[in-house]
Each structure stands twice: as structure tokens, then as C-alpha cells.
């Protein structure tokens, strides 16, 4: 099978989890299971979705992509550049881990498109956690980062909310769970309160809600006084009566009406296609073609440079070595390449490939 039959077979079923209710969101992932036994399930904090590789599925997602589109879809998501927090940290590892049950035969689509996100991530510097998402909550809550917040759950999530708080300059931070930590501010509170025991508790400028997809809805009367509450749960940690309360969905919201944010996405989007198309040329490239012999003697080349610069240079990063010396290598060959491969020309090829073959004996 050629790479590109393999990547014909790749497909992602998507579906939203803005204005899913907690039961319904139980169903949907029971549905989703079923619908693609030989499948691969990512849950983010915005949607579920499913990757498979060969066979149709009888579902009705929101949104179906094949082949390429859908890998894209997959190095969009893993890179950050779908997320509410541009770029956050976590997403790629729970990508990563979603889509590891199509690892091996299948593997070309996961393998390409991790790789893709992860060279962008590097790029572009990201260093946003979920812990940003209350940069963006607060001033649709009309409060200001000082006072008192009560984070509830003490999760990955939780955890960063806590911490962003105190940067951003809350002075008191209480933690919630079910369960009491031996040390509250390893998870960035200053004291804890048991889950079931807030609504007693504050009152506090801002409650929020960081609870796993597992956890109750909880009501008004769960809850303590303040000033407004965050929702950060999806599906929603929070009933219909909580008041004011700005959900995940209005982040999200708020994001993409937001033209700057939006031109800078799609500029990211635009280079991770770049990224994505390049990597599989290189995939499509076998070694008994000319252009993969090309290839070859390059990165030979090339990863004997990236070890003198390494030693030459130690002050530099081996990830950015390798992202220099790799840019520039695509760049340089994927005009010729292109070209080379309009032509069609086989004898001409092998001709071109010749000039790049290395005399044997001097690859030291």
C-alpha cells in the first residue's frame, strides 16, 4: 500500500462538547466507544473525538474529515492551535496518549502528525497552560485578579488555575477536592477545603470550577459566595442556576471574535500545513527512488553537521540545532524536489541523484 492509499483510510468523527450536559456527555462517550472499536479516542476540553484508520462507522458526528485533512485535523489539535489557550502545554501529551491505539500498522497518520505539531510547538515558543484560561475568564467576569479565589479540584488543570492565580495577584487561594492533600500548596492553595463542605466556606471574588468530566454538576446550593464563578469543566462542572458564571464556551467564544488572536491562529495553521506536506513528502520519498537516495545522502549530511555544531556550540539547545539545520534543509531541496517530480523524468532523476552520491569512504 503506498502512503497515500494509507492516508485515504485516516479519519476523524468530531464531536462538540460546548452544550453537552454531563449525563448526555456519558452516552456520547459510550456511542463514540462502540462506533469505533478499532479506533482511537481523544477527549479534550472542548470536544470528543475518534480517529480510525480503514472501515466507514455508522455515527453522526458534527464533523467528519478523511485522509489528509483529517491528519491535519490531528497535528491541528495536538499542536495547541484549536485549544481556548493558544498552544497550552498538556494538549499534546493527551493527544499523544489518545491516539496511541493506532500505533504500528496504522501508523504512518499518527506518526507524521504528532511529529508536525510538535516541530510547530517548537517554533513558536509556546509556553501557555491551562492555567492562561483565567487570563481570559476574569475580564469577561468583570473581576480583577486581587482578593480571594477558591479553585475547586486539584487535578493537571486545577493545579495550573491555582498557580496562575497567584501570578496573576490574588492574594488568598483556597483548594477544594474530595479527597485532602497532604500539602495544599504543592497545588498552588494556600489552605484546602473538602469538596462537599464549600458552600459554607468564603465569601470569595471568584469560584472556579476545574473538576473532572466524572465529577457531579453542582447547583447554587453547592457552592459558596462570590463574586461571579469560572467554569472551566467540559462537559460543564456547573448547573444552569449558577450565576454569574462565564463557561469554558464563552473563552472560547471570546477567542475566535477576536481578529488578532484569530490572524495569528491562522498563520500558525498555515506554517503547520507547511510542516505537515513537507513531512510527507519526505514519507512518500522511498529509498530505492531517486529522490529518496537524495534524501538520504542529505540527512546523512546533515546529521553529521547537527553533531559538530552541537560540539562546536553547547550553548545551544540540541532541539534548536535540530530545527535549524532541518528548516533549512527543506527548504533548500523542496523547489528541486517538486520540480523533479513534475517532470517525470526517470533517467534525469537518477542522473541528479548520482551528483549527491558520496564517494565511498568519505562519510567521516
Known amino acids: 500500500m503506498t502512503v497515500s492509499e494509507d492516508l485515504l483510510e485516516f479519519t476523524l ?14 452516552v ?35 464533523r467528519r474529515l478523511r485522509g489528509f485533512d483529517a491528519v491535519l485535523h490531528l497535528a491541528t489539535v495536538a499542536s495547541g492551535l484549536d485549544s481556548a489557550v493558544l498552544g497550552e502545554a498538556q494538549i499534546l501529551g493527551q493527544v499523544r496518549a489518545g491516539v496511541s491505539a493506532l500505533r504500528g500498522a496504522h501508523a504512518l497518520g499518527v506518526d507524521v502528525a504528532i511529529a508536525a505539531a ?20 476574569l475580564p469577561l467576569a468583570g473581576i480583577q485578579a486581587r482578593g480571594t479565589a477558591l479553585v475547586l479540584g486539584v ?14 495577584g490574588f492574594a488568598r487561594i483556597a483548594v477544594a477536592s474530595r479527597r485532602e492533600p497532604e500539602d495544599p500548596g504543592a497545588y498552588g492553595g494556600d489552605h484546602w477545603l473538602p469538596l ?17 468530566p466524572s465529577a457531579p454538576e453542582l447547583t447554587h446550593d453547592d ?39 484569530a490572524g495569528r491562529r491562522e498563520k500558525l495553521h498555515s506554517r503547520l500545513r507547511e510542516i505537515l506536506e513537507g513531512r510527507l513528502a519526505l514519507a512518500r520519498e522511498r529509498s530505492d527512488t531517486p529522490l529518496g537516495r537524495i534524501r538520504r545522502e542529505v540527512e546523512a549530511v546533515r546529521q553529521r553537521e547537527v553533531a559538530r555544531i552541537a560540539r562546536l556550540h553547547p550553548e545551544l539547545s540540541p532541539q534548536a540545532i535540530e530545527n535549524l539545520t532541518r528548516g533549512l534543509v527543506n527548504q ?29 569512504g568519505t562519510h567521516s
Request: contains cysteine; proline residues 7%.
Open 223 to 261: 457552592l459558596p459566595r462570590a463574586r461571579g464563578y469560572i467554569d472551566l469543566g467540559s462537559p460543564p462542572n456547573l448547573a444552569a442556576n449558577v450565576r454569574p458564571v462565564v463557561r469554558l464556551a464563552d473563552i472560547v467564544g471570546a477567542q475566535t471574535s477576536d481578529p488578532v488572536e
Open 28 to 62: 456520547l462517550r459510550r456511542h463514540v466507544t462502540d462506533a469505533h472499536p478499532r479506533g482511537a479516542l481523544v477527549e479534550t476540553c472542548q470536544r470528543m473525538e475518534a480517529y480510525a484508520a480503514g472501515g466507514d462507522c455508522r455515527c453522526v458526528p458534527d
Open 155 to 168: 487535578g493537571v488543570a486545577g493545579t495550573a488555575v491555582a498557580r496562575r492565580a497567584r501570578t496573576l
Open 118 to 137: 510538535r516541530q510547530l510547538r517548537s517554533e513558536a515558543g509556546f509556553d501557555a497552560t491551562t492555567g492562561h484560561l483565567l487570563d481570559h475568564a
Open 332 to 360: 533548500i531541496f523542496h523547489l528541486p524536489s517538486e520540480r523533479l517530480r513534475g517532470i517525470g523524468d526517470a533517467e534525469l532523476g537518477e542522473r541528479f541523484a548520482d551528483l549527491f552520491s558520496a564517494p565511498e
Open 196 to 212: 462537599t463542605a464549600v458552600s459554607g466556606a468564603g465569601p470569595f471574588d471568584v469560584a472556579v470550577s476545574c473538576l473532572g
Open 13 to 26: 468523527c468530531s464531536w462538540s462538547l460546548a452544550a453537552v450536559a454531563r449525563p448526555q456527555a456519558e
